[in-house]
């Protein structure tokens, strides 16, 4: 469970609907990405969508060792751009280590 969340997360449209589900908006490092899909648009407008598949680990352990995971879903979410310059936002931040 995230402990402080992002301010951009109140931007994401039906984000209610994911913290309904969990209680909390999660942080899906152990998330899985099930599906991307990449559109053009007319206009020039282009998407991207993410399914992913998320749930919630518990502190509960199964018989054979693994962690008990609840709260299964699919989420999609979809981003949408105008222009080309746009897609200059999907740049990886550079990391230092």
């Known amino acids: 469970m995230s402990k402080t969340e992002s301010p951009a997360i109140s ?13 909390y ?5 152990d998330a899985e ?3 991307v899909t990449f ?3 007319p206009g020039y407008r282009t998407s991207i969508t993410f ?20 709260k299964h879903c699919d989420i999609e979410i979809s981003t ?5 310059n746009d897609l200059r936002l999907l740049q990886p ?5």
Do not use: C, M, Q
């Open 11 to 23: 931007r994401i449209v039906n984000a209610e609907i994911v913290r309904e589900h969990f209680g």
């Open 25 to 29: 908006w999660p942080d899906f490092h």
């Open 33 to 35: 990405i099930t599906k």
């Open 39 to 41: 559109e053009a648009h």
């Open 51 to 70: 399914v992913i598949a998320a749930f919630e680990i518990t502190n509960e352990v199964d018989k054979s060792g693994h962690y008990k995971l609840t």
């Open 80 to 84: 949408y751009w105008h222009t080309r």
């Open 93 to 97: 931040a550079k990391r230092h280590f």
